[in-house]
Each structure stands twice: as C-alpha cells, then as structure tokens.
C-alpha cells in the first residue's frame, strides 16, 4: 500500500462519495472504486458500506481512517521539516563571541533579528576568548563568531565595522583629566599595560601591540587578566592602563576614566564575523545573510 492510496481512501471517508471523491482528486471514478476495493482486499476488510447517498464508514474502516490520517499528517510534517530545514529555516545554530563584544549593539541587535526571523533555529551562544573560539570554529563546536582585529587566516572573515580605540586610566591619573581630552598613543609610553587575551594572541592584546607600535614603542605589559571585568578592576587600582573598543565605555566603573587616542591614524580595532570557508549549512547562511544587511543598514557608529 502506497500514500496514494491512503490519500484516495482519505478522500472518500471524507466525502461519503465515490463520484464526488474522484472529482476532488481529479480522477475518474472507476478507478477510484477499484483502488477502494483493492485496499479492502489487501487489507482483508470491508471499509465502506454503500448507502442511498453513497459511502459510510464501517467500524475498522473509521480505525484506519484515524491511523491513515496520522500517517499523512505524519508524512506531511516530514517533507515540510524536510524542506524549511533546506531554507535553513530550522536546525542548530552556535555562535561565538567574545567578552567585549556583546558592547558593540550591532552584536545583540543581530541576534535578536536573527531569532526573530528563524524562531525554527535553535540558537546557542559560546562566550570565549578570541583563540578559543577559532579554535571552537576550525573544530566544527562553533559555527561563526564576532572576532576583533587581527583576521583569522585560513577562514573566511568579513568586516563588520571599525571601532575606535580608546584607553582606560585611573581616574587619579594625570592623563585622566580634563574630561573628554583626547591622548596621543605615544603619551603612554612610559605606561604599564594590562595584559588581557595574551595566549590567544588575537583581540585586544594585539591591537594593543599594533598600535603602540604604530606609534614608535612597544608597549610594556604588567599584571595580567583573563576577564574583562577583572582587567578593568586592574585599571581602577592603579596597575595598569588598558586599550579598549570605545564600545567598552558602556561599562561603567568606579576609578575607570576613558579617554580617546588622537594620532595621524587613530588606533583601531575591526570587528569581523568569522566562519568556516565552504561550509554548506543554510542555517548559517541565513545568519551570515542577517548580519551583512544589519552591518550594511547600521546607522551609528557602534
């Protein structure tokens, strides 16, 4: 027994009619009565009883209309999973992204849209360090992630946007004042830098690297962090100086200060969604797809 022939017993148990039957499947009736008929012998049961009117159910032919049923439905199910998976409208999704990135509104706003739009999908997020995560990505665990500068070699990485470094000071520091004074990078030359994301040797220690290089020196690392929080907190008690997104003065804490960096070409650090090269997942194209328009429509800086 076939699903065509579920499907011509499903319309005659709904009609009660042979002839109105075959004109809703679009066949003629002779061979639906014999497709009828040929059920009931491989079944070994009579389906039908014929009435004035046309056709009712018997006992076990109303059991395997109820059955019939949840096989189709069944059936119908599976070719739509089959298909919205292939839209990439379901399946599993794992992002990465590091600690300073949820700063940075496009990350969040992406998210958002991205669960709005697949509610199939199911979504999980992976916070780590820069080198963990290409590590999670190159190891099939993640699926993207939002890393900052540098590119990730042997992945494909697409820039999302440019986001000014600044410093975070003591607030008793005497660069630290007056408010909103912008500080040459080579004024903190003689600084003990934070060191954070050493081992992964992606991120913000080697923008710090580049950019204190850039401008003539090569920064002098002190007390080291693996948090964000806690390398702020390094800051607050006077260990130390740290480079930051500007995205990063959201975070506000007591005995921080931020101020920008003013140069001929003012340091920088570039956010990028990076992901596996030729992988076919369309739940992961759908979300690379949300993130270019969200990048391509931002209006504001971070």
Known sequence: MDVRQLRYFMAVA???HITRAAEKLGIQQPPLSRFIKNIEAELDVRLFTRTPRGVELTEAGQAFRDEAGKVLAGLENAIEVTRSTAR????????????????????????HEFRQ?????SFTLEERLSGELIDLLRNGRVDACFLWTPRAEGLVNMPLL????????????PL???????????????????????KDGFGLYAATIIACRAAGFSPR???????????????????G?????????????????????????????????????????AVLGNFVDTVRRAARNRTSKV
């Open 176 to 198: 630290a004042q007056p408010p909103n004074r912008s500080i040459p990078v080579k004024a903190l030359a003689d600084e003990t830098f934070i060191v954070y994301g050493r």
């Open 241 to 281: 100086v740290f480079f930051v997104p500007s995205s990063i003065q959201r975070i506000s804490m007591h005995g921080v200060t931020y101020r920008p960096l003013k140069g001929p070409d003012p340091p920088k650090s570039t956010l990028s969604l990076v992901s596996r090269r030729g992988d076919p997942s």
């Open 14 to 16: 709904e009609e009660r």
């Open 117 to 121: 739009a697949f509610p199939g999908v």
């Open 88 to 111: 990439g409208e379901r399946g599993r999704l794992c992002v990465g992204v590091t600690p300073t990135g949820p700063f940075v509104t496009l990350v969040p706003r992406v998210m």
């Open 162 to 173: 440019h986001d000014p470094l600044v410093v975070a000071l003591p607030s008793v520091h």
């Open 221 to 239: 690392f002190g007390q080291e962090s693996p948090r964000l929080a806690s390398a702020l907190n390094l800051v607050a008690a006077g260990l």
